[in-house]
């Protein structure tokens, strides 16, 4: 029997909270009271969390586990978990409780107006550096404009999708998936409920700034030619300057007496450039190494062990 609502919650390293958020989500579902199934992804944790898992597994049989092979990172769980999820409707939350579940029921109520999409918007941040919320802040703003996709700014994978989203997202099989990108662009009809994002319930972030840098760079590139045509146009620009440079260095050789003096500038204009240059194909390599990882066309995650699930649902590819 298919569940009216499946709830994905990736999770790794979460020993100290994971029986918390168990407990949480379970009683807001129990609420809501209709069928569900929290699908929990242990996204090759190190520390107790599938053990602790497996054993609600056992009391609890609307929870399932997926279990990676290794750490395969938080997009790759997400998009497991929607992979195997049977609801109607999918809610996505992470599983140290910074995303109230109880918003569920307020997020529903939008799905049930007939929203396909109910993503939660971040009114405020409680808990976390000024850095990460500063880097955050503008990060949401600047890839707003360097893509052509109206990505709604301040939210994580804090959201509900209906099936048929599910579905779509699902068919597309990109590697280096940015999700709250691609459900932006899929489209459907959209909206957002504001919260208030909470502290940590215990444990600390596992996005060091390493993956935080990767995941940033993934949004823009996957949605964006733009940092190719800024190449481009600093290319023009540098060009044009040193043109502009070459008059003036060719206007003193010939008609004044003061050519000896050049060192300088020539280091500065050389070092200049070598760097630019160097930016830019670190850029080509970025797209590069994008092309790269699709053409391999390996799975997104490998499953080690499912507990409580049902067969026949897709693999990582
Ligand atoms: N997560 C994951 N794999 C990873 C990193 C994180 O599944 O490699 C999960 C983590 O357990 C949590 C969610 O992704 O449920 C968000 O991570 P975190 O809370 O550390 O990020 P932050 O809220 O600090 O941005
Ligand atoms: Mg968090």
Not at 206 to 216: D, R, S
Request: charged share 25%; proline share 3%; with cysteine.
């Amino acid at each position: 029997m298919k569940p009216e609502f499946s709830v994905v919650i990736p999770a790794y390293n979460e020993q100290e909270v994971i029986e918390e958020s168990y407990k949480r989500l379970s009683a807001v579902m129990t609420r809501i009271n209709e069928s569900y199934e929290l699908i929990f992804i242990d996204d090759g944790s190190r520390d107790k969390t599938a053990q602790i898992l497996a054993r609600i597994c056992e009391a609890d049989k609307n929870v399932k586990l997926l279990r990676f092979s290794r750490n395969f990172g938080h997009m790759p769980a997400i998009t497991a978990g929607m992979d195997y999820a049977l609801g109607g409707a999918v809610l996505v939350i992470d599983a140290d409780l910074q995303d109230p579940p109880e918003l569920f029921p307020q997020m529903i109520e939008k799905w049930r107006e007939g929203y396909d999409v109910v993503y939660g918007k971040r009114s405020e941040r409680k808990g976390e550096t000024v850095f990460k919320k500063l880097t955050a802040g503008l990060y949401y703003r600047f890839l707003r404009r360097m893509t052509d996709v109206d990505l709604p700014v301040d939210t994580g994978e804090f959201r509900l999708i209906d099936r048929k989203v599910c579905d779509v997202i699902k068919g597309i099989k990109e590697k280096n998936r940015y999700i709250r990108g691609l459900v932006s662009w899929v489209g459907f009809k959209q909206t957002a409920v504001d919260y208030v994002r909470a502290e940590r319930f215990a444990g600390e972030t596992k996005y060091p700034l390493t993956k935080m840098i990767k995941l940033a760079m993934n949004g823009i590139t996957s949605f964006s030619y733009k940092p190719l045509k800024l190449a481009a146009h600093l290319g023009f620009g540098i060009s044009a300057l040193s043109f502009m440079y070459l008059l003036i260095v060719l206007y003193q050789r010939l008609f004044t007496s003061s050519t000896t003096v050049g060192w300088a500038s020539m280091v500065a204009i050389v070092l200049f450039s070598q760097g630019i240059v160097l930016m830019v194909l670190g850029l080509m390599g970025e797209y590069i190494g994008r092309i790269f990882e699709e053409i391999k066309d390996r799975p997104i995650y490998i499953i080690d062990e499912i507990i409580n699930g049902d067969q026949g649902a897709e693999s990582g590819k």
